[in-house]
């Protein structure tokens, strides 16, 4: 999360997910794409223990999203979390990418790096993961913060 | 395994043989052989049910009940033909008694609908067990609300059993049903339906029982349980999906208003008054979903071939297997080890996730459930948030639990 508000500040949303696709293009077989996923969601302290609460819920049928959004020097800054490892960490990647982005790019934002990284499945309605319905929140947050 | 090839299922089945019957185990997952373990939620189908299918289109169909001419008369007769080899397989009294669904869930709806509205009045009682699957929470609630009864909720057990003095004491003097279980989809426990109906036909209450995980896995006689109503899904005895059964006592369906409306479960209609049709037709209006029937024939005539009795043994052994191997994997906890079990191992690892578990074991090519499996107050009174389920059939083999314990074994060390 630091490391993303100071290396990627200044990368559009698009420049992030290529980058996140060369990342994974060096993986040779899933294996090794879970393992570095399970790191991210193992690694990372998302989000701030107050917003672990009712409100910032997302009920997935498999698995459990929080997310809280909030302005930051005219960027929306996104924190997340889950209480499953992969989710959480497939959350990591979708707060690099669309966290410290204008809150219009957030709303805007067609995000096509899940399915080149091989991930789309996660993304799944059937998955009932929390994380689509979390893609979905994130892009209604850019819409409302950018009316602000 | 030295442990374990004393408890490797005997020679009960010819399981290599009969896993030719079904196409679709011989397909791939994520580039890997499948090993199918999620028939709880819905099983493969035989050759021969899907064959049946596409017979019927292609040679028998016309609507049921309506013409004259020979075709719709042969579609009857074997639509028919069915409705008594059902009756033949849970041994009820009249095929009359025998209405076809969409499935367990239409079943239960049926009665809660037609029952409840003609049966339930305010501050009477429906009970049910801590162990029911939300179809068979939900119509209750939905009817009680409506008419201002209450839901009872018989308390289970560590293990997942019903405690039955509980139960006794929870069938009191305003309980105008009971509708319970035969078989847990998240636990694998074996209610003892006998005992129950016993205790609540003592004081007059009649009984419904949830057949939808029971009837895949052994032999079920409606008249031995003396169950007024017992309800099973087509797709999980082998059959086709949209099809299922509802048994109920000629007394109580005769008693009952229709659920539907519309054609076939009519006798005379003017714009003033109509008289609805006898049994079974009451409750089944609307062209039914003949092939689906035809369908559910081949896949009775399929379990009965087999023969239910060594399709329990073998499943009995191949659980015992897995329960034995499945221990070897440090940190593991079953849920659900009730003394009486059937064909499912439901179990947690300590500090890991369902749902982690569940999406490394795809990658795998091994097809589980993972979550709350539609009890989720089942989940809350374990204070988990799902388990993982392996549930078998008789085409599941060694081999497949072997896969499943070692795929259990490499994500646990990945995520750990």
């Known amino acids: 999360m630091l490391r993303a508000e100071t290396n990627y500040k200044k990368l559009s949303i698009n420049d992030i997910q290529n980058e996140i696709i060369e990342e994974f293009s060096l993986f040779g077989d899933w294996m090794e794409k879970y393992e570095y996923i399970i790191d991210l969601g193992k690694s990372l302290p998302l989000i701030d223990e107050q917003y672990k609460d009712e409100e910032h819920l997302i009920r997935g049928c498999q698995s459990q999203v929080w997310l809280h959004a909030e302005m930051d020097n005219g960027q929306v800054a996104f924190t997340a979390d889950s209480d499953a490892v992969i989710t959480k960490g497939i959350i990591a990647l979708l707060v690099r990418v669309l966290s410290h982005q204008k809150p219009e790019a957030v709303a805007g934002a067609d995000l096509y790096f899940i399915d080149r990284i091989g991930l789309k499945e996660h993304l799944s309605p059937t998955r009932s993961n929390g994380l689509l319905s979390m893609v979905k929140q994130m892009k209604l947050y850019g819409l409302a913060l950018q009316a602000k | 395994m030295d442990v374990t090839t004393n408890i490797k299922p005997g020679n009960a089945l010819d399981v ?257 008054k109509t008289t609805y049709a006898g049994l079974p037709h009451k409750f089944e209006a609307g062209t039914p979903d003949i092939a689906g029937v035809i369908g559910l024939g081949a896949a009775i005539d399929y379990v009965l071939e087999i023969g239910q009795d060594a399709i329990t043994q073998y499943e009995n052994q191949l659980l015992a297997y897995a329960t034995e191997r499945l221990k070897e994997v440090e940190g593991i906890r079953f849920i659900g080890t009730a003394r009486n079990k059937a064909s499912v191992a439901s179990f947690l690892v300590e500090g890991i996730h369902p749902y982690d578990l569940g999406a490394i074991l795809d990658k795998m090519g091994i097809a589980v459930r993972t979550g709350h499996h539609c009890t989720q107050p089942l989940m809350d009174w374990y204070g988990i948030p799902g388990t993982v389920r392996a549930s078998l059939a008789f085409y599941n083999t060694t081999e497949d639990i072997d896969r499943l314990v070692e795929g259990v074994k490499k994500a646990v060390a990945m995520l750990r």
């Open chain 2, 16 to 272: 290599a043989r009969i896993r030719q019957d079904f196409p679709l185990l011989s397909r791939k997952m994520n580039g890997k052989p499948i090993v199918f373990l999620d028939s709880a939620a819905s099983s493969q189908k035989p050759e021969k049910v899907i064959d049946a299918i596409s017979e019927y289109y292609r040679a028998q169909h016309a609507n049921v009940h309506r013409g004259v001419y020979q075709l719709s008369q042969d579609a009857t007769t074997a639509f028919e033909a069915v409705r008594e080899k059902v009756r033949d397989f849970i041994n009820a009294p009249a095929s009359e008694e025998v209405i076809f669904v969409r499935g367990v869930t239409e079943g239960i709806n049926l009665v809660a609908s037609s029952f409840g509205r003609k049966f339930l009045r305010e501050g009477d009682e429906v009970l049910i067990t801590a162990m029911e699957h939300h179809s068979n929470i939900v119509p209750w609630q939905m009817i009680c609300e409506e008419k201002g009864a209450s839901l009872k909720v018989a308390p289970i057990n560590e293990a997942g059993e019903l405690i039955m003095e509980e139960f006794e004491r929870l069938l009191s003097d305003r309980t105008r049903l009971v509708a319970a279980t035969h078989v847990s989809n998240t636990l694998g426990t074996i209610n003892p339906i006998r005992e129950m109906v016993q205790m609540a036909h003592a004081k007059g209450i009649p009984v419904l029982v949830d057949g939808a995980q029971a009837a895949p896995h052994m032999k079920v006689d409606v008249q031995e349980l003396d169950a007024d109503f017992y309800t099973f899904s087509g797709h999980k005895v082998f059959g086709p999906t949209g099809i299922g059964v509802l048994y109920g006592r000629a007394k109580w369906l005769n008693a009952m208003p229709p659920y539907h409306g519309g054609g076939e479960m009519i006798k005379t209609v003017t714009f003033e």
